[in-house]
């Protein structure tokens, strides 16, 4: 077993389809909170092949996304000072902020690099003592451990050239957002894999009781959705709502202790702004007091830039399901993978791309 | 962004306090931190990588289990005419300018194509 092909086989994809088909009575409506979940889905068309059953809502699971403007306009400034190395996922370059982007940035010779984990930022700052080295904190649940690690060992070696600029997330404030929207149509939900791997489900059982929703833990490859799915679907026919776990072979209830507690020695919980969405209270990590000295936006005082996402990206719709990509007027015209308006037409898993990338122009017969 | 991509642990040590090792992608070898499994891995075992960092240990009996569930499912179903839903629904004519996939070519794909 390699734990990739196996979850792959087209012909059990087939038959689990026809499961879903043959077990749905009604079209219920899922959201799945997962940027790879949702490109997996888009690019191997499962919502087209379950439209009678399911229709996909593809919910702000890209954290690249939901990166406020205001993070994206603080980060470019920094990359554009003489004395920082900024550093990131690749993700994030090509993010547009209110005048440009990271990549844009790099091009007129601002120090900007890529790089494949966090660790690897901090081994810049060793390397290179004479510059301010400041990492772009991003992501989910998933990630927070990583850009932990990154800060805790930066204070433990006393590097102190290193600092982070954090705009990390949570999902389950954004599930409850969602739910709470007086014109919600999300009957249930595909939470994330890898963000329970490292926290667990504990946190969603009380949201699947008090919102009467099935929350289904799912992996990523197409058999792990199609399970996933089934399992969803299962629980609304039967008139539960349960929290299941599908991504059994990573995920444990519990998730993983050693690193929520790093995650929680290093960050608190904070309020957080989504892009397209607004202020989510208790939505985001901030880093603690006691880490202020390895805080990019007090160590170069950033609080002062402010922006204002334009009017034309609809991405908060798009984000809480109220839109279709294709039915944003500025999709595929104005706004592009080459020249976008918004995150979500940025990030390879962010709904708008797939859309794009995967040529779905408008509602298909089959209902989209 | 939360792409975890499973791979053997070929080699584990401890770098200045820190549990490191080599973990294999199907060939691609990657240095990762394995600070958050350290307790629970050896040399030979399946982790979920995340941005350098292993965030599980693959249980692979409960892989194997769900795999074998998925195909006893398989089993059991007559394939016939779902064939024709899958490829009704690929026939629909949208606009494929990107060359974009259908579900008639729902292929596997190599690990680590998805960014």
């Known amino acids: 077993m390699k734990y990739l092909t196996e979850y792959r086989d087209p012909a059990l994809a087939r038959s689990l389809v026809e499961r879903i088909l043959r077990v749905a009575t009604h079209r219920w409506t899922l959201m799945e909170v997962c940027g790879g979940q949702t490109h997996t889905i888009v690019k191997q068309g499962i919502d087209e092949v379950l439209a009678d059953a399911v229709e996909m809502i593809h919910g702000p699971g890209c ?133 329970c791997t490292v926290m667990g489900w504990e946190e969603y059982e009380p949201l699947a009781g008090r919102y ?22 299962r629980q609304l026919e039967e008139g539960r709502h349960e929290v299941e776990n599908q991504y059994v072979r990573s995920v444990r209830r519990e998730g993983n202790r050693p690193a929520q507690e790093l995650v929680s020695r290093v960050f608190q919980v904070v309020d957080r702004g989504w892009r397209g969405i607004g202020v989510i209270p208790a939505s985001g990590l901030g880093l603690r007091p006691e880490l202020a000295a390895f805080d990019a936006e007090r160590k170069f005082a950033l609080q002062s830039i402010r922006a204002e996402e334009p009017a034309a990206c609809r991405a908060g719709d798009v984000l809480r399901g109220r839109m279709k990509p294709f039915e944003c007027p500025a999709f595929g015209t104005e706004c592009t993978p080459a020249y976008p308006l918004g995150a979500p037409m940025v990030s390879s898993e962010g709904a708008c791309a797939a859309y794009y990338n995967f040529g779905r122009f408008r509602r298909s017969a089959a209902g989209d | 962004m939360c792409l975890g991509i499973p791979g053997r642990i070929v080699e584990m040590r401890n770098e200045g306090g820190l549990p490191m090792g080599v973990v294999d992608f199907g060939g691609v070898r990657r240095e990762v931190c394995l600070a958050y499994v350290a307790d629970e891995v050896s040399v030979g075992d399946y982790a979920v990588v995340h941005v350098g960092f292993a965030i599980s240990k693959v249980d692979e009996d409960e892989a194997r289990r769900t795999y074998d569930v998925l195909r006893e499912m398989g089993e059991l179903n007559d394939l016939g005419w779902i064939r024709d839903v899958a490829e009704a629904a690929a026939s629909v004519e949208v606009p494929r300018e990107q060359g974009g996939a259908s579900p008639r070519e729902a292929a596997p794909e190599l690990p680590g194509a998805d960014s």
Request: net charge negative; proline share 8%.
């Open chain 1, 63 to 195: 954290p690249v996304c939901v990166t406020p403007l205001e993070q994206i306009d603080r980060a470019l400034h920094l990359a554009a000072r003489p004395d920082v190395i900024f550093t990131s996922f690749g993700d994030m370059l090509r993010v547009p902020g209110s005048r440009c982007d990271l990549f844009q940035i790099k091009a007129r010779g601002g120090n900007v690099r890529v790089v494949y984990s966090p660790l690897d930022a901090l081994e810049l700052a060793r390397g290179n003592p004479d510059k301010e080295v400041v990492f772009f904190a991003v992501g989910f649940e998933t990630t927070a451990p990583a850009n932990a690690m990154a800060v805790w060992r930066a204070k433990q070696e006393g590097v102190s050239n290193f600092s982070v600029l954090v705009s990390h997330v949570t999902v389950p404030p954004a599930m409850v957002a969602i739910l709470e929207s007086p014109d919600t149509r999300v009957q249930g939900f595909l939470a994330a894999g890898h963000v």
């Open chain 1, 212 to 233: 009467q929703v099935p929350i289904v833990v799912t992996g990523f490859e197409p058999l792990d959705i199609l399970e996933g799915i089934w399992m969803a679907v």
